[in-house]
């Protein structure tokens, strides 16, 4: 088994556009779909053949809305610094696979309603969504992902189990 080296470990500037949903159990309302950003640095270490690990810094953003509330629309706004842990499948050098768990620690909790000031309550310091997901380099510098991203579990009170489909455009130092 090899070890990666410090030169073989890929350096990625990621940038996200996600769509994120989640679902609540407050009576009579739904969870509309917000769209939000994210961005940060992977790294892509290999492993041995066709084996690597995928893992970073994002700050990613996980906005929903709820309504009908007693407070009108509630807009979420969270934020979180996210460590993915995600082992990769190559299929060549500049395209795989990858799966696994993604440690996110929420750094803002905000909240907005349409009719009175809110606050949002027991939000969760460290979600664990699990992740999959396709990353590929198009041309020398540059690469894009797509994944799919589910945690469950209670985010905070009334929001839980949010779900991510997303992509990120990848700039490659190497």
């Known amino acids: 088994m090899s070890v990666a080296k410090a030169a073989d470990i890929a350096l990625i500037l990621a940038g996200s556009v996600r769509n994120n949903t989640a ?3 407050l009576p009579n309302a739904t969870v ?4 939000s950003l994210g961005g940060g640095l992977l790294g892509v270490a290999p492993i ?3 084996f690597a690990f995928r893992s970073g810094f994002l700050i990613n ?10 407070q009108g629309t509630v807009d979420i706004n969270f934020v979180y610094v996210d460590v993915p842990l995600t082992p990769m499948f190559l299929f060549t050098n500049e395209a795989g696979i990858f799966a696994g768990p993604v440690i996110a620690m929420n750094v803002i909790k905000d909240c907005s309603a349409s009719l ?12 664990v969504p699990l992740t999959i ?3 590929a380099r198009f041309f020398n510098q540059i690469g894009g992902e797509f994944f799919f991203e589910k945690s469950m579990g209670n985010a905070a009170n009334h929001v ?12 490659y130092f190497d």
């Open 23 to 25: 679902t609540t159990d």
């Open 32 to 35: 509309a779909s917000k769209t």
């Open 48 to 50: 041995n053949g066709n």
């Open 61 to 70: 953003q996980r906005y929903v809305e709820l309504g009908p509330t007693t």
């Open 116 to 127: 009175t000031s809110c606050g949002a309550t027991n939000v969760k310091s460290v979600i």
């Open 133 to 135: 997901g396709i990353q």
């Open 160 to 171: 839980s189990d949010f779900t991510t489909v997303g992509g990120n455009i990848l700039f």
